[in-house]
């Protein structure tokens, strides 16, 4: 048998690597070349100003949505046993109700102050009632994602995923023709992950049962995975609030427009590539907790999976540094033809947390919650100090993007260094 012969098998044979495929490739359909198909039309419907208003939407939706389940949903995958896991995501919905309940009560008397703060005028404002809403829905997919993984029913998630976006596209596609603005992306966005996630709930049939109901058992199911919102949560958060603190400074401190072409630089560079990293993460997470349990070697699993991200980054990116200034105002309208002067600072940052991002969980396998929260924190502090000079001195955009993302891409790479140590000396 031949080498290469022999390398194709062999991966056919990785259970790790074939979970990887099933996630990536469904996500790849549903994450980049759907949106990416439609994307030109898209562009054409949202300016960059309904964009930046969509973008700060999605913003604060994507730190509740990371606070809404505390994460318990992560305890579901590295339950002892099913009854543990159907208790967790209970627990983690449950969790999420009474969560985006409380965000709904707190946002009530702040809207038209927040609206200015964000610079969201003409009714944009009431754009942020969507918030709890979101959060709640999000939480559940959260949920029901992390359950599936446990159950390795990658292909629902996959399924599910394709869903979602067709009708994402599908209903920012029509209102956008009507004229909806920026709320045609927001309910497009809401709606996809109500359908999506009926195929992923299918799932929970005959694995969750009415004691996992009961106060008693959720109690002892928070009580043994207490670590989790210990840890994780203040972590979630942080990390959470390191990603969005751009999307949030510059709306108030630049204007929506601005914001716009950020937030679209985040779909082009952030939105696709994290998404596949993310798929990667939920089975190496699931992959690592078996390599431990096994006694099994986790750095092999970590400098392969680093390598392969390594590799697959370089095209994407490559294509957009050296080609980007001719191709993307073809490609999304001369209306953006400014994205391509702010797209370059930004590469460098993306680059490196495609990389890391899925390496990060090697971290929580191996126990060490204390010392990722320690790195969010720090994350947050690379990105939060440039945010706030910004507003102290005069920047133009250009210099707040460099001096923002470069602190946390080094960030990145000194966390990447630490688990790539860790991981050594479990084996």
Known sequence: MSFVSSKINALRKNHFLKGVAVLASGTAI????????????????????????????????NITQQIACFRYDYSIVVADDDDEAGGAFVLSVGLAVLFSLLI?????????????????????????WMVPLTTLICGTTTALNY?????????????????????????????????????GMIIGQFLSYFFGNFRMVMTLKGRIHRYMFRLDFLKRVAKKNVAYPKYMLPSAM?????????????????????????????????????????????????????????????SHTFNTVAKWLALISIVPFGILLLWGDPLLPWFLGEEWSPI?????????LFMVRFVVTPLTSSAIALGRQKASMLWQFCL??????????????????????????????????????????????AN
């Open 104 to 128: 709904g009560l707190i946002l009530w008397p702040f809207v038209p102050q927040l609206g200015a703060l964000f610079n969201l005028t003409d009714g944009a404002e009431y754009t942020l």
């Open 238 to 298: 942080a990390n959470s609030l390191a990603l969005s603190t751009m999307g949030l400074v510059i709306p108030a401190r630049f204007g929506q427009v601005m914001n716009g072409y950020y937030s679209q630089i985040n779909t082009l560079l952030g939105q696709p590539l994290v998404l596949v990293s993310q798929s990667v993460s939920q089975v190496f997470l699931k992959g690592a907790a078996v390599d431990k349990h096994n006694g099994e070697k986790l």
């Open 340 to 348: 391509t002067a702010y797209l370059k600072y930004l590469i460098p």
């Open 30 to 61: 549903a994450q980049i070349l759907l949106p990416f198909a439609f994307m030109p039309l898209l562009s054409r419907l949202y300016g960059p100003e309904p964009r930046g208003i969509y973008g700060t939407y999605v913003v604060i939706t």
């Open 380 to 425: 947050l502090a690379s990105v939060g100090l440039p945010s706030l000079l910004s507003f102290v001195f005069s920047m133009s955009f250009e210099q707040y993007l460099l001096a923002a993302s470069l602190p946390m891409a080094v960030a990145y790479i000194i966390f990447y260094k630490f688990c790539q140590n860790i991981v050594k000396k």
């Open 147 to 183: 359950f599936n993984v446990r159950h390795e029913k990658y292909k629902v998630i996959s399924v599910a995923n394709i869903i979602r976006v067709c009708v994402m596209l599908a209903v920012q596609i029509v209102m956008g023709f009507l004229g909806a603005g920026c709320w």
